[in-house]
């Protein structure tokens, strides 16, 4: 192999083909002398007008075949570029004799730099949909002809520094095999439309322009992130039977798109989504989720240096309330401090960081910082059915400081005379011993709970579950685990309160009929599992599991759990 290309994994799939190495074109805004104004304006306005046809054009082809998040993109480009403020702004430095490309690269770029600047991840995406239109009126303005992806060859790896929204949605997912990016993160438009577009593609793959060169042959891992340049007979052959294995695997899977999570026997199953972002809300709703299950409210605190106001939570938190597909919304407070260090937030050294100031505990040591929270998700209660999660919680007082917190941002609210939910729904997380061995307790002073198996088993074993050199005792298989799960489901169904359990362990084939045997019926997985765990759910009765769970209950150590379920697993 000539080079192993790593970056980020962005739409899953194994992608075979020769690579075509696309190079931008650099559109000049050349300055020039401008004569009659009248005649600058029209130039102008044709330009705009073609850009718009172009783009409606487009669009339409699109949604004839069904494209609509694609179409969607075009359609609210063509609106950005008539927006009047734009439009005025352009024109009002037209009229003083500036080019009218001079006049829309500096409209544009100051309109990017306000986006770049904005807190919320997605306004910051929209830079890109504003450059993509400067680019698209320019190259009317200048006689440049639109990016052309028609001519290409099938089996075609694309490889650029990066793709504009337009770029992708003028490939063809039928020709193009994957996609390998310099830029770009998981949540960048071009790797949300890849993932629509189901093209495997990695981003943030930063020396893929300076390696590769066109024609060579590349195989793109979407699944690991990886890319293969110019692989040998034996890889190229272990890629391709994988390649195969996940391909047939998808299209079996496809069958259990937007629909209701069901066992063999036909009980049914609330599947839910855990995500971290609004771009995974999307996803999650292209193959279909009973609601979210755990909205991880941290990616609002991040990379910023500042923490985030109520009104930017609150609109946000709004967003997920109303989103379309409907159902619960579960929304975690900030599960900051130990493996997860917030930029807004001072911090103290630690000896065991995950044992210390975190989650729940940090909430309450830092009340103002909280009630902002608070107030956010109060507000947004009142556009759909928000709900609030603890992490981290060990004891009730915890949970009744909380609901002091409450109190008050329910009376601030009030005095401000702001629309809001008094008494939403709110429920622990089950991920210490202490909440497991009490759970009963807590059922007194919560309406749900939510069982997060990946801190359960790293505090049940006391093994650190982001440290390599203890990864092999890591394992939610563990007999311990087993009869902890056991216990906790058992007393929150004797309580009446509903549970969801969460974390890698309901994505995972191995797993899911001890989990049906243990009566839960309500999972949440990561968009990218929901199929699988579709599926994986329709192959077990709840019966079938019992057994299993039976015998599991029986062993002794984690390796002879793996076994057993090694050996009745069922694959779809
Ligand atoms: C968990 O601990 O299982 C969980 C879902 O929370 P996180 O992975 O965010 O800690
Ligand atoms: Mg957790």
């Not at 039928?174 to 071009?190: P, T």
């Not at 066992?263 to 999307?282: H, K």
């Not at 260090?341 to 830092?366: F, H, I, Q, T």
């Not at 429920?427 to 009963?440: C, F, K, R, S, Y």
């Given at each position: 192999?000539?080079?192993?290309?790593?970056?980020?994994?962005?739409?899953?799939?194994?992608?075979?083909?020769?690579?075509?190495?696309?190079?931008?074109?650099?559109?000049?805004?050349?300055?020039?002398?401008?004569?009659?104004?009248e005649?600058e304006?029209?130039?102008?306005?044709?330009?705009?007008?073609?850009?718009c046809?172009?783009?409606?054009?487009?669009?339409?082809?699109?949604?004839?075949?069904?494209?609509?998040?694609?179409?969607?993109?075009?359609?609210?480009?063509?609106?950005?570029?008539?927006?009047?403020?734009?439009?005025?702004?352009?024109?009002?430095?037209?009229?003083?004799?500036?080019?009218?490309?001079?006049?829309?690269?500096?409209?544009?770029?100051?309109?990017?730099?306000?986006?770049?600047?904005?807190?919320?991840?997605?306004?910051?995406?929209?830079?890109?949909?504003?450059?993509?239109?400067?680019?698209?009126?320019?190259?009317?303005?200048?006689?440049?002809?639109?990016?052309?992806?028609?001519?290409?060859?099938?089996?075609?790896?694309?490889?650029?520094?990066?793709?504009?929204?337009?770029?992708?949605?003028?490939?063809?997912?039928?020709?193009?095999?994957?996609?390998?990016?310099?830029?770009?993160?998981?949540?960048?438009?071009?790797?949300?439309?890849?993932?629509?577009?189901?093209?495997?593609?990695?981003?943030?793959?930063?020396?893929?322009?300076?390696?590769?060169?066109?024609?060579?042959?590349?195989?793109?891992?979407?699944?690991?992130?990886?890319?293969?340049?110019?692989?040998?007979?034996?890889?190229?052959?272990?890629?391709?039977?994988?390649?195969?294995?996940?391909?047939?695997?998808?299209?079996?899977?496809?069958?259990?798109?937007?629909?209701?999570?069901?066992?063999?026997?036909?009980?049914?199953?609330?599947?839910?989504?855990?995500?971290?972002?609004?771009?995974?809300?999307?996803?999650?709703?292209?193959?279909?989720?009973?609601?979210?299950?755990?909205?991880?409210?941290?990616?609002?605190?991040?990379?910023?240096?500042?923490?985030?106001?109520?009104?930017?939570?609150?609109?946000?938190?709004?967003?997920?309330?109303?989103?379309?597909?409907?159902?619960?919304?579960?929304?975690?407070?900030?599960?900051?401090?130990?493996?997860?260090?917030?930029?807004?937030l001072?911090?103290?050294?630690?000896?065991?960081?995950?044992?210390?100031?975190?989650?729940?505990r940090?909430?309450?040591?830092?009340?103002?910082?909280?009630?902002?929270?608070?107030?956010?998700?109060?507000?947004?209660?009142?556009?759909?059915?928000?709900?609030?999660?603890?992490?981290?919680?060990?004891?009730?007082?915890?949970?009744?400081?909380?609901?002091?917190?409450?109190?008050?941002?329910?009376?601030?609210?009030?005095?401000?005379?702001?629309?809001?939910?008094?008494?939403?729904?709110?429920?622990?997380?089950?991920?210490?011993?202490?909440?497991?061995?009490?759970?009963?307790r807590?059922?007194?002073?919560?309406?749900?709970?939510?069982?997060?198996?990946?801190d359960?088993?790293?505090?049940?074993?006391?093994?650190?579950?982001?440290?390599?050199?203890?990864?092999?005792?890591?394992?939610?298989?563990?007999?311990?685990?087993?009869?902890?799960?056991?216990?906790?489901?058992?007393?929150?169904q004797?309580a009446?309160?509903?549970?969801?359990?969460?974390?890698?362990?309901?994505?995972?084939?191995?797993?899911?009929?001890?989990?049906?045997?243990?009566?839960?019926?309500?999972?949440?997985?990561?968009?990218?599992?929901?199929?699988?765990?579709?599926?994986?759910?329709?192959?077990?009765?709840?019966?079938?599991g019992?057994?299993?769970?039976?015998?599991?209950?029986?062993?002794?150590?984690?390796?002879?759990?793996?076994?057993?379920?090694?050996?009745?697993?069922?694959r779809?």
């Amino acid at each position: 192999m000539k080079m192993l290309l790593r970056g980020i994994a962005a739409s899953p799939g194994i992608g075979i083909g020769h690579a075509l190495v696309y190079r931008a074109v650099n559109l000049n805004s050349l300055e020039r002398d401008v004569g009659d104004l009248e005649d600058e304006y029209r130039r102008y306005r044709n330009a705009v007008e073609r850009f718009c046809t172009l783009r409606e054009e487009k669009a339409a082809q699109l949604k004839a075949v069904g494209a609509e998040t694609r179409a969607a993109i075009l359609l609210a480009q063509a609106e950005m570029i008539k927006d009047p403020y734009l439009a005025g702004q352009v024109e009002g430095r037209i009229a003083s004799y500036r080019s009218a490309e001079a006049a829309l690269d500096e409209v544009c770029g100051s309109v990017v730099r306000q986006f770049l600047r904005a807190e919320n991840e997605l306004t910051r995406e929209r830079a890109s949909d504003i450059r993509d239109v400067r680019d698209g009126v320019l190259r009317q303005l200048l006689g440049v002809p639109e990016v052309d992806f028609s001519n290409m060859e099938p089996d075609t790896i694309l490889v650029a520094d990066d793709l504009t929204p337009s770029a992708m949605t003028a490939l063809d997912p039928s020709i193009v095999a994957g996609i390998v990016l310099c830029r770009g993160g998981r949540a960048s438009h071009s790797a949300i439309l890849a993932r629509a577009m189901g093209i495997p593609t990695v981003v943030g793959a930063i020396d893929a322009l300076a390696w590769v060169v066109n024609g060579e042959t590349l195989v793109v891992d979407g699944i690991q992130g990886e890319a293969y340049l110019e692989p040998d007979t034996a890889e190229m052959a272990r890629m391709q039977e994988y390649q195969e294995r996940y391909r047939k695997n998808r299209e079996s899977l496809r069958a259990f798109v937007r629909k209701q999570a069901r066992t063999a026997d036909g009980d049914i199953v609330q599947l839910m989504a855990t995500v971290g972002s609004e771009s995974e809300g999307f996803l999650a709703d292209e193959d279909g989720c009973d609601g979210i299950g755990l909205l991880r409210s941290e990616f609002l605190y991040l990379d910023r240096p500042s923490l985030p106001k109520e009104e930017e939570q609150f609109q946000v938190y709004r967003r997920f309330a109303q989103r379309k597909a409907g159902g619960p919304v579960v929304i975690r407070t900030l599960d900051a401090g130990g493996d997860k260090r917030m930029p807004g937030l001072s911090w103290d050294w630690e000896k065991n960081p995950v044992l210390g100031c975190r989650a729940v505990r940090l909430s309450l040591a830092y009340p103002d910082i909280s009630k902002v929270q608070i107030r956010a998700l109060l507000r947004a209660g009142a556009y759909g059915d928000v709900r609030i999660l603890l992490p981290l919680v060990t004891g009730l007082d915890e949970v009744r400081g909380f609901k002091r917190l409450v109190e008050e941002c329910q009376a601030e609210l009030e005095e401000r005379g702001e629309p809001f939910r008094a008494g939403l729904p709110l429920g622990v997380m089950i991920e210490t011993v202490a909440a497991a061995l009490t759970v009963d307790r807590f059922a007194q002073e919560v309406d749900f709970f939510s069982i997060g198996t990946n801190d359960l088993t790293q505090y049940t074993l006391a093994v650190d579950r982001d440290n390599a050199r203890v990864a092999h005792l890591y394992s939610y298989y563990d007999p311990a685990l087993l009869r902890l799960l056991k216990w906790v489901v058992r007393r929150v169904q004797e309580a009446g309160k509903p549970v969801c359990l969460c974390g890698q362990a309901p994505a995972d084939p191995l797993f899911v009929p001890l989990l049906l045997g243990l009566g839960l019926d309500c999972f949440s997985v990561q968009p990218m599992s929901l199929l699988a765990a579709r599926g994986s759910i329709s192959l077990w009765t709840k019966e079938e599991g019992r057994r299993i769970l039976e015998h599991a209950l029986g062993l002794v150590t984690e390796a002879e759990v793996h076994t057993l379920l090694e050996n009745c697993v069922r694959r779809i």
